[in-house]
């Protein structure tokens, strides 16, 4: 049976995931403290692992109830989130460690969160898209292809690449509990799902591999034209007004529906 197998946020744009039983939709549509906080530049831009690799060498934990983030490796430090005060200190202690340039701050958003598509929802793939990602390399687990692709919910029950039926032309959606998941648009990859979560160390011919493996196992039934290329996995997603401020749970059954 078809079923939400896992959901995960990341509160720190950029860092550790924090795995959660159930999520509210958010107002923006997004999962509640997904992307909470996000360290942003001069310039307001926001700044991950696409700009520095040392995020991977951080071991990251937050505490939603208490707004308590922790530091557990290279260095022990503890900032709480919830005050002008405690985000400074963080944002200066990351882009020490990050080895960043120039003044930063920590930034926090609750109703959207710093998504990279502020349109959009949830991202969403099969444990099996997964266990076969992680089959094209040599010595990757599936979660070290969890880690590296960072969706949001998790589908199981299902074969590989399920999430790729919701895009394109005359495609369904999908409900889980009281929420309906409409696809917008398959996840064209950067440079992060390449490197070693743990290190950072790049993963020697990454993308020529991910693209002939995705060529040659791009199902059937997909719509072939609501792809622009090969380097993509994973559906980004969106959830109707009428369905936002509603739970998502581990468990909840899912059904396709039109």
Known sequence: MAHIDRLTVYPVKGLDRLDVEQSRVRSGGTLEHDREFALLDGDGQRVNAKQSDRFHALETTYDPETTTFRVTSPDRREFALDSESGR????????????????RRLDRNTDLGHVDR?????????????E??????DGMTVDS??????????VGGVPAFW????????APAFR???VRIEGVTPCGRCVVPSRDP??????PEFRERFITKRRETFPEWADRDAFDHFFSLMLIARVPEADR????????EVEIVE
């Open 163 to 170: 999430e790729d039926r919701f895009l394109g032309a005359d």
């Open 118 to 130: 502020q349109s959009m929802g949830p991202s969403v793939i099969s444990t099996a898209t997964l």
């Open 88 to 103: 400074a200190e963080a944002a200066a202690w990351l882009t020490d460690a990050l080895g960043l340039e120039g003044d």
């Open 132 to 137: 076969a990602v992680a089959g094209w390399f």
């Open 198 to 203: 743990d290190t950072g160390e790049p993963t």
């Open 176 to 178: 889980a509990g009281d």
């Open 245 to 252: 401020e509603q739970t998502i749970a581990v468990g909840d």
């Open 145 to 154: 292809a969890r880690r590296r692709l960072r969706a949001n919910i998790e």
